[in-house]
Each structure stands twice: as C-alpha cells, then as structure tokens.
DNA sequence: CTCCCTGGTATTCATTTGAACACCATTATA
DNA sequence: TATAATGGTGTTCAAATGAATACCAGGGAG
C-alpha cells in the first residue's frame, strides 16, 4: 500500500481527531478516540496501532507521554496568528490609540509572519480601488515595520486615517490614492501633519 | 478593578498559555504553567488561581477535571477552516479534477462559515482586475453553492479555468470580466461549452 | 505456506493530572 | 478597621492517562 494511502478505519480516526481538535479546542485522549470511533473504552491499544499508522504515513505527530499530545500535520497552530481588529484609531500624541476592539481574527502564516506589532483594519473610502483594496476589506497591518518608497501605508493626516500609497519626494511626502477620483495628498517634510501608523501588508475580503 | 482588565501576573499565565498553544499544538496542563511561568512544581494551587481569575474575566473557558482542558477565548478553532490549496484544476468529465494540491490554509469563520466543498486558487490574469481580483491572489470558492445572477464564479469555458462575473439573459449566458481590457464571453444556453465549478466567496492578499 | 499489516479485545502499571485544603503575606477597597 | 482580591507555598488523593503486553483473526504479498 502507498505510504500515504489510508484505510478506511484510519481515515475516520484522523477524522475524529480534526473534528475532535476543531470543536473543542485540544485533541482527544486514546480513550475519547476509543469511544469517539465506536470502540470498547477498554480498548485503548487499537487506538494506539491506528496512531502508529497515521504517524508513519505522516497525517500526525505524537508527543511520547504527553496526555492529548497529537499534532495534525494539516493543521500547524503553528502556522496561525491571531490579530485584533480595531475598530477606530483615535489620533493621539506621541501616537494613536487603538479604540473599540471589535475581536480577533486568525489569520494563516502565508499571509502574516509574525503576529507581534499587528493589527487589522477595515478599509473605509474607495481611495485604493485601483490597487484592489476595497470599502469593507480588511487589511492586515505592521506597525513597527520600515516604510519603503511606494508602500502602501495607513497614515494620519491632520488626524484623519487613512490609506495611501506613499512616495518620497526631495522635500515632500506624496500620499497617492490608486483612484483618479481622489488628490494627492502632498506634505512638506518639515511639517507636522504626518503620522505613519504602519504598512498594509494583507487584504482579506469577504463576497457575498 | 474593571471586569476585563488583567494584573501583570494574570498577562503573563495568558501569553504563556497562547503561546504554548500555538507553538505545541495543545494547551499546557496546570504543572506546565506553572513551571512556564517561573513557579515551583509543586505550585499548582496558585496557578488554579489564576485560571480562575482570567476565566471570571472572560479571556479563557476551562473544561472542569480534563487535562489541558482550556479553550482561549481570543482563538476559537472552531471558528477556523481548514482550506485545501489547489494548484491546478482538470478539465474532465462529469466534473473537473483537483490535482496538485499545494497544502492547506487556514481561514477564520470571517469569510468563510463552513469548509465543506471548498478549495482555495491562485488567481492567474487581470480580467477581474476592476472587482478587486487580482493575480496572484488566493480566492476561496464554494463548490456546491447556488449559483445566482451577478456572482463571481470560477468557470470552465472550453476546458479553460476563468474568474468571471455571470450574468443571465434570455437565451444565453454572459461571463464578464470586471476590466475593460478583457472580452465579454457569450455562451448559449444549449451549448455544451461552459461548467460553473462554483463561487468565488472571498478574497486573500499579500503585500510586500 | 509464511510473513507482515491491519484490526479488535483484555489487562496491568507507573505517572500524570485536576481538585481540594490549609496557611501566609500584601494591597486595595469599603 | 474590616474585607476582598491577589499571589505564593505545601500536601494529599482519587481519577485519568499513556504504555506495554498477550492473544486472536483475516487478508494480501512474496
């Protein structure tokens, strides 16, 4: 047999355990899969052989000793960050404060590194539609990052948010908006107007 | 002191907690914080305390005698989806074939309620450009979903895998794209040519 | 036929674990 | 001043748990 090919009892092992993990938060014991998959409670070294299948052929790892110690090689919590979602951002010196926290949201390792110094926001205004930030997205952003020419940042401006992509000129900032409906935003190095909170990193959107 | 805010103390057991959990797989036993935190082995009393406190305060829920029974409030798996990647779509009859399946990925109950019958594509092209799709982004499909006037689908047209808006008409069907540059497909109600895999439901994208 | 893998049953055992007490010190609040 | 909340220490105990062992049966591969 293909070493990555189930049988039909050690699929619905596996299965338990993800459904198991999804639902309440830690995998199971070898005596709740037991039971879980219609076993005898008595019956905990079938459990343990079907274990040993599922390792071998790479869907879990064991953690020798441990109670609940299984890991899904398709589900690396590892892989996950959780970030806040801030509902408003009131201007402040020396800077914002993040207001009326509306939860968390999870957001996969393919799309954020490294959840530390991040935050996500709703985008409000049409003034990046062009670059495929809509009213309504979220947008996934790093506050202590460095800003490069022609990253799209989260700015304050006379302490109003907002989302630009921004350009560095001899003495000036430009804020540009990816929608020639909207101005540039154009702001003289020496004045006090700016306020960079951090760099978009990520869009998620909802449809429907 | 307010009903939510936590003693230093009481942040610490929390991070070590979210952070045991996201790096193991599982939530650490009372013994494990204990000795995560800097207490003796034989100080479980205290961290029974703890958990107490941050579970009155709403941050964790514990499952009463079940080893590492604690849930994070902050990170409900079950609010989570587990989204297989596909690399490539076949064309094949009666319906199209998944291969190279790149891994999974991980979506909060944000965007999408319920993983069952859905997968995950890379966008190739700009034809939906304008709706804020563009290539190289992850869009989440729903396969069997009802398919209504104006949605977003994903198509088969002639063996080719397209992101299109649909739009029905009398006797025929238009796949449009959402940028002036790209043609409108016009299909024929009776014709054999289009399959609708299923509805573009949401939207990922990385920056940088 | 023999060997290996799968799958189930039954039992034993050393550890681990959550829970419950008792006791103490500090600090903030009423 | 009294009271509650926080935070730490030490101990005991029943229950839960992973591991190991032995036995049995069927099927597929060589």
Redesign the pocket.
Known sequence: ?NTRE?????K??LRFIENFLLTRGF????????EG????I????????????LE??GYIK?????????ELTSLKLSNLNIIPIIGKVQAGLPIPAFEDVEGTIAVDSLFVRNADGTIALRVKGESMKNAGILPGDVVVVKLNEQINDNDIVVAFVDGEVTIKRIKRKEDTIDLVPENPEFDVITIKSNEERLYILGKVVAVFRRIG
């Open positions: 047999m189930l049988t039909g009892r050690q619905e092992v995998p199971p014991t070898l005596r709740e899969i037991a998959i219609g076993l005898g008595k019956n905990i070294a079938s459990v343990q052989k079907h274990l040993k299948s071998k052929k064991r953690i020798p000793r441990k109670t609940r110690g299984i």
